[in-house]
């Protein structure tokens, strides 16, 4: 990330910087979260260039930076940001700076192949905090500035880690700078939205948001004549301004073309500066770009399919064309400043990006991605590195893609992205699967989807339960049965699921729930054994140690304690889950509080949680014991 112009009126941004950084690298070392919002085009990337350059001298920085095409890809700017940290490392060292996180972390940074459960994402996230906190002791005595551009287009695993790491920033000399478009990010999921995860509180340190304006006349006059002279007259500069509305890009490309066209800056030039202006973006760049030629113009849309990384060899296989050929349109591309680099390539702005990718015909969009996920597995990335790609491919009853979807989702939940996962395998759905391979894909979707979205897992796994083809899953199975009322068949299931999972030491309570569910269905015919599965679910949990474990087995343990010790129990619940991803489990462990309790205020709390992440049996639940308890007042 180098500065690739000057920056104009960008002293309040360059203040809050210097500010934040100077408090990171004093005595106290003072970590925190700055933000930058702003528009396309008004100088983000630039701005962040020049703070990264600002600190070198007294921080360890890393950068990362999202794509809008690679936003399914989980991780994808967390690896950004750690690899070239982990890359100075051998193996066994790397594994030693890992400790016991490294079989959960690991995987998700592709530095080693999963083993043993799949991981709770927060236990990954988890992992990489450890592993960020012990990166920045080895590598230096200095601070360290994470550096995150285009936020927007962050992948939603990176995000969520993002999102709970700036709420605890305060415990480390670690400052993050963020730079996104707002209108895109509101557009994400809220729950991983950085900077509003570090409002909930904590110690999440200073946070400071600044929004970019566009440049005033007088800025876009200065910028004008640092290109085009001291002669470029104030009518001219004017109507720089007028058709660019002062965004720094536009004005930077307007000028750019200006001299391209030889056009004298003064007066009675600027009636040719609107049409000028209009080739720098939107179907005016299309245009442009088809003047360059066929092969140029196909060689680009390959390059803005492939999105990021860009290869050459793999662009020109996707283009249909010859390594000379690829060499050709990439000096032509680069001339036309539509990209930079060389091998791998890049776009010289998001919005040339965007605007190149959209430009593609449909149907010739789609085959270009199929053609990039075939390319992509043939080099033997595997079928997650090729999901992406298959994700935009059109649903035409191929089961072969069936197959590498489900084998995608597979390597997401593996390494702690059952999202990622949930997208392969709704897409799956959708191709579609053969009658007796759906059974199976719902239970699968259902597994994907238990922590984020449980009622979305009780309509897949009610589905997979009508349905033939069903041989595993005795665990989500016999959860689903207890939940219609079908004890008996629930107990049967689960007991089913423990005597296959024990032997092989599966003892996982997220992703293998049996233990803790099965003491529920025995609570009141058998309460010595329930209790007895309950206590052991403890001690595993404890073990595992991830929120969402601990509080599950506390919830559960709390069934079968007194009173006052099971209202201990679930207040230590609701803490655990309040810092896990699973919004229901917490909602539904405050609502068993604050009955336990009696707090109106706490079942006021648990309903709304409820209703936030779609549990309106829950939030009914809670709000029947709120009337209850005004009703006894």
């Given at each position: 990330m180098k500065p690739s112009r000057p920056l104009y009126e960008r002293e309040p941004e360059l203040a809050a910087a210097a500010e934040a950084v100077d408090a990171l690298c004093g005595a106290q070392a003072v970590g925190g979260l700055l933000v930058f919002s702003g528009e396309a085009g008004l100088g983000k990337t630039a701005l962040l260039a020049e703070i990264q350059a600002m600190a070198a001298d007294r921080c360890t920085v890393w950068s990362a930076r999202g794509g809008e095409t690679v936003t399914s890809v989980p991780f994808h700017v967390v690896r950004q940001l750690l690899q070239p940290a982990l890359d100075r490392f051998p193996p066994d060292e790397t594994r030693a700076l890992f400790g016991d996180w490294f079989e959960i972390t690991a995987p998700a940074l592709g530095l080693a192949e999963p083993s043993g459960p799949q991981p709770d994402p927060q236990g990954v996230r988890d992992g990489l905090d450890f592993v960020v906190g012990?990166?920045?002791?080895?590598?230096?005595?200095?601070?360290?500035?994470?550096?995150?551009?285009?936020?927007?287009?962050?992948?939603?695993?990176?995000?969520?880690?993002?999102?709970?790491?700036?709420?605890?920033?305060?415990?480390?000399?670690?400052?993050?700078?963020?730079?996104?478009?707002?209108?895109?990010?509101?557009?994400?999921?809220?729950?991983?939205?950085?900077?509003?995860?570090?409002?909930?509180?904590?110690?999440?340190?200073?946070?400071?948001?600044?929004?970019?304006?566009?440049?005033?006349?007088?800025?876009?006059?200065?910028?004008?004549?640092?290109?085009?002279?001291?002669?470029?007259?104030?009518?001219?500069?004017?109507?720089?301004?007028?058709v660019t509305g002062g965004n720094p890009y536009e004005a930077v490309e307007l000028v750019a073309k200006v001299q391209d066209r030889e056009l004298p800056p003064v007066e009675e030039s600027a009636g040719e500066l609107r049409e000028l202006g209009a080739s720098a973006r939107g179907s005016g760049l299309v245009a442009r770009l088809e003047r360059l030629g066929t092969n140029a113009n196909r060689f680009a849309w390959a390059a803005a399919v492939l999105?990021?990384?860009?290869?050459?060899?793999?662009?020109?296989?996707?283009?249909?064309?010859?390594?000379?050929?690829?060499?050709?349109?990439?000096?032509?591309?680069?001339?036309?400043?539509?990209?930079?680099?060389?091998?791998?390539?890049?776009?010289?702005?998001?919005?040339?990006?965007?605007?190149v990718y959209r430009s593609i015909p449909p149907a010739t969009r789609t085959a270009m991605h199929g053609r990039a996920a075939w390319a992509i597995t043939r080099a033997g990335l595997g079928a997650a590195a090729a999901s992406r790609h298959l994700l935009e491919v059109h649903p035409d009853d191929d089961q072969e893609l069936v197959a590498q979807l489900r084998e995608a989702a597979g390597q997401h939940l593996a390494v702690g992205a059952p999202e990622a996962a949930r997208r392969c395998l709704e897409r799956a759905l959708e191709e579609p699967p053969r009658p007796k391979d759906r059974a199976v894909l719902l239970y699968e979707l259902g597994c994907a989807t238990l922590l984020s979205s449980p009622p979305t897992t009780v309509q897949h796994l009610r589905a997979a339960l009508d349905m033939p083809g069903l041989d595993d899953g005795p665990c989500v199975r016999g959860r689903l049965l207890l939940a219609e009322g079908r004890k008996k068949e629930a107990i049967a299931e689960l007991e089913a699921a423990g005597a296959a999972l024990e032997p092989r030491e599966r003892f996982n309570g997220i992703w293998a729930p049996w233990a803790g569910d099965l003491a529920r269905a025995l609570a009141e015919d058998d309460p010595a054994r329930a209790a007895h599965l309950a206590a052991r679910n403890r001690v595993h949990a404890e073990r595992f140690g991830t929120p969402t474990a601990l509080g599950e087995a506390l919830r559960c343990v709390a069934l079968f304690a007194p009173p006052e010790r099971s209202a201990q129990l679930l207040a230590e619940a609701v803490g655990h889950l309040e810092k896990s991803s699973s919004a229901y489990e917490h909602a539904l462990a405050r609502v068993e509080y604050g009955i336990a309790i009696g707090s109106h205020r706490e079942l006021a709390r648990a309903q709304k949680q409820a209703m936030a992440c779609g549990a309106e049996g829950l939030a009914a639940r809670a709000q029947q014991a709120r009337a209850s308890i005004r009703s006894s007042e």
């Open positions: 012990r990166l920045a002791s080895r590598l230096s005595h200095r601070p360290l500035l994470l550096i995150v551009d285009d936020a927007h287009w962050a992948d939603g695993e990176s995000l969520a880690w993002l999102a709970s790491f700036t709420a605890r920033l305060g415990e480390l000399p670690v400052l993050v700078v963020q730079a996104h478009r707002p209108q895109e990010l509101a557009e994400r999921d809220a729950n991983y939205i950085a900077d509003r995860e570090a409002e909930r509180g904590g110690s999440q340190g200073t946070v400071t948001r600044v929004a970019l304006r566009a440049l005033t006349p007088d800025a876009t006059a200065v910028l004008v004549r640092a290109g085009l002279g001291e002669h470029a007259d104030d009518p001219f500069c004017r109507e720089v301004w007028a999105g990021t990384d860009i290869s050459q060899e793999l662009a020109a296989t996707l283009a249909g064309m010859s390594s000379a050929e690829a060499a050709d349109c990439t000096a032509r591309l680069r001339d036309a400043r539509i990209v930079s680099g060389f091998d791998p390539l890049e776009f010289v702005h998001p919005l040339i990006a965007s605007a």
